[in-house]
């Protein structure tokens, strides 16, 4: 029986370069909340079907548990824990899903915001049938989706000066 020696990786992971040495079956989301602690990534279904695990890879939303971390080798991931400068200084998406009152229990939301950010950046004045088309691979359990839609038309309307 052979065995498959562990790959050296550089993934940027929110502006900061990490090197590590992982199993080439890894998945990203394991290695972000269990190599990086960033638990903000959170794993629901493990198939790639309720978005949960949702980071962006190189600016692109991404199942994060269907990606091997060893597929972001030298690439770009961002992750929810890296929208907000500070406690105190959340992003108008954040803000907006604050204000609109677009979460409750939070399992779903960052990957909602993960996948919204580069939506709203290609998008900047969506309609609430657009929104809801762009989330439909983000499942709520929660909120029935208005005030997340709401949460999505006032984070434009910020990030743009409507």
């Known amino acids: ?4 020696a562990n790959q050296r990786i550089s993934v940027k992971v929110n502006g900061e370069t990490f090197e590590s040495e992982v199993e080439p079956r890894l998945l ?3 290695f972000l909340r269990h190599d990086l602690d960033l638990t903000g990534t959170h794993v629901g279904c493990e198939h790639g079907v309720c978005g949960a695990c949702t980071v962006q890879l190189d600016g692109v939303p991404v199942r994060s548990c269907l990606l091997l971390a060893v597929q972001a080798d030298g690439r770009e991931v961002a992750t929810v824990e890296g929208l907000a400068a500070g406690p105190d200084n959340l992003s108008p998406l ?4 604050r204000e609109k009152h677009g979460l409750q229990c939070g399992f779903c939301t960052a990957g909602i915001l993960m996948t ?3 939506f709203l950046a290609e998008n900047p004045d ?7 088309e762009a989330l439909s691979g983000n499942l709520c359990r929660c909120t029935g989706y208005q005030h997340i839609v709401d949460a999505v038309k006032l984070a434009g309307e910020k990030l743009y000066e409507r």
Request: glycine share 4%.
């Open 94 to 97: 954040q803000e907006a899903f």
């Open 116 to 118: 919204m950010g580069p």
């Open 126 to 132: 969506p309609s609430e049938r657009q929104i809801r």
């Open 28 to 30: 990203l989301s394991d």
């Open 1 to 4: 029986m052979s065995t498959i």
